[in-house]
């Protein structure tokens, strides 16, 4: 990811992300998709974006699948931030949220995403924080040590496996093999 750019909205993938959301291409070729939605926020929609583009897709953004607002400012100490967050899903700095807000967002805009495309292959272009939070609503062993054992895995793939609205199988891929 490009650190320079501070707006969340505009942040670019880093060259080494460029390249990488090929390997997502190369994951989903095989996989049926029928839908491809993304976060707003560019790094995510470029994420999916050779895919999509490879298979005449439209991409979709949904604005509640968002990652995290941190606060007004840039935090220097970021891990340490996190670790805080992960240890009291309420904290949070000034005009920022908390995970069990951004938990909450994502999982209700995941659940009307399922209601709306039932029976479809579906594509979702994320972010760290939110997939986090997701996996952790369904699986709450999941914590701040699998959260921090992400940092450098990205792009972070993981396939949800749903029956109507009740998830079945949170499998993590190892993208790298489809260098």
């Not at 959301?21 to 929609?45: C, F, H, N, Q």
């Not at 994420?47 to 699948?65: C, G, N, S, Y």
């Amino acid at each position: 990811m490009i650190f320079e750019n501070h707006d969340d909205f505009s942040r670019e993938l880093s060259p080494k992300g460029w390249e990488d959301r090929k390997l997502v291409t190369r994951y989903l070729e095989d996989k049926d998709i029928d839908i491809v939605l993304s976060s707003p926020y560019k790094r995510a929609v470029d994420t999916v974006k050779d895919f999509a583009d490879a298979h005449d897709l439209a991409i979709q953004t949904i604005e509640d699948l968002r990652e995290r607002c941190v606060g007004s400012g840039w935090i220097d100490n970021f891990g340490e931030f996190c670790k805080k967050q992960w240890e009291d899903f309420d904290y949070k700095l000034p005009d920022g949220e908390n995970l069990r807000e951004v938990q909450d967002r994502n999982i209700a805009a995941l659940m009307a995403i399922l209601k709306i495309y039932q029976n479809k292959n579906i594509v979702i272009g994320s972010h760290g924080t939110a997939l986090s939070v997701i996996i952790n609503y369904f699986d709450p062993a999941f914590g701040y040590r699998d959260f921090d054992q992400i940092k450098n895995q990205m792009p972070w793939v993981v396939r949800f496996s749903f029956q109507k609205m009740q998830c079945v199988e949170i499998e993590k891929v190892d993208i790298f093999e489809y260098r």
